[in-house]
């Protein structure tokens, strides 16, 4: 018999043992939904949010004192026909969406827009404090798989040991096809983490401030050996790192012009058995904070936008790549002797000659005349050293991983390019060249190819 024809009466076994029982029991709760208390609930809040009255919650609930109720109590709320089981709430985590979460708890669109009065999916947010319903036979624990391109349901059902009938339950499925790179909750196996994600990868997260505009990102992948992992944010690449054998790490700035408000956040890459998979999640971005100011700029040329432009753009392709050679361990040093002297911080939105704030403070600028001594913070490659028409005598440092770091108006350079430097080197000396009011020193600190919010890299170590 060839393997194709035991897969095919495999098949025909499993659809078979699927006629006979469905493929997953719901529990039919007699007296109704079970709903925890939530902080800030009222009863009449509970009653309109679930279109039931006051008098039936108590009744089901068997309430005695209904003005005395206590965040965690469970309270019946009789005649709900669009859900079951016990309502919690999780705060959605990276690996986990709208669809993850509705194929883990078998709950319909319409359960899932009425429990979190959602419009769209791309509501459902990370962080989004999710109410969900347990108690359905959901699959917590169940291993995954992912689809590869071409490769029929049946197949894949083969592959893990599952009747593919129920696989298209369990996922929502509405024909027996899937989309490439779609990570499905196979059943018949076990595995913990996030259910967008398929089983070989543990675990996703964001360490520190998250999502925050001007903030630098740090991403942990806790997966199988042998795995590999890109993805996207704000229209960058995401650069893995391994930290271990199972343990990656990408480093990524938010930018500064990111509006509040959610946006794409996408992991892909390969398993270790080949199979590619790719998860997008909506994150929210918070406000930095930053505040307004107004510049006066004597020499008017310096205002060009097309010259501020084209010295952007030339600056960013320089800082666009993550070198694979991680450079720094531990803290970084000061870059200037008067890192508490700030003369504008960083993130302000600016006005040139009371124009309009279309221009961001994208650096520090540490105060002081010319003259003061500029260090490296940490040990890095020079990938630029010479004059800018804006920027005036500019260095840029290559530390790794897709840090890099600038200084700015400086009156010398006192490296070349190509040049290896230490902590605490005198790479220059501050001045007041390019388009500037005064002599200091502009630091940046670039983090895959977005200008962050520097002093982040003086009062924490980055892995
Ligand atoms: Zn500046």
Redesign the pocket.
Known sequence: MTGRAVVALLVVAVFAAAIAQPAYAQQQEEDGLRYPVQPGDTLSSIALRFNVSIDEIVRASSLTNPNNLNVGDILIIPGVDWVEGTLFFQNVPLGETYVSLKRRYLLSDASMALLNQLTSPNQLYYGFPAMLASDRGELANSARAVVSAGQPLWELAAISGDNPWALMAYNQLLGAWAVPGDVLFTPAGQAAGPGGLPSGVHSVEVEGIGFVQGRTLVVNVVSDEGTQLGGEFFGAPLHFFAESDTQQVALQGVPLYAETGTFDFTLSGTLADGASFSLTQPVRVASGGYESETLTVNDPALLNPELSEREMQQVYAMVADATPDKRWAGYWGAPHPYINVIN?RFGIHRSYNNGEYENY?Y?I?FGGGVGIEIWAPAPGTVIFAGPLDVRGNVTIIDHGWGVYTGYFHQSQILVELGDQVQTGQVIGLVGATGRITGAHL?WEVWVGGVAVEPMDWLNRIYP
């Open positions: 504008s403070h650096g600028d502009h």
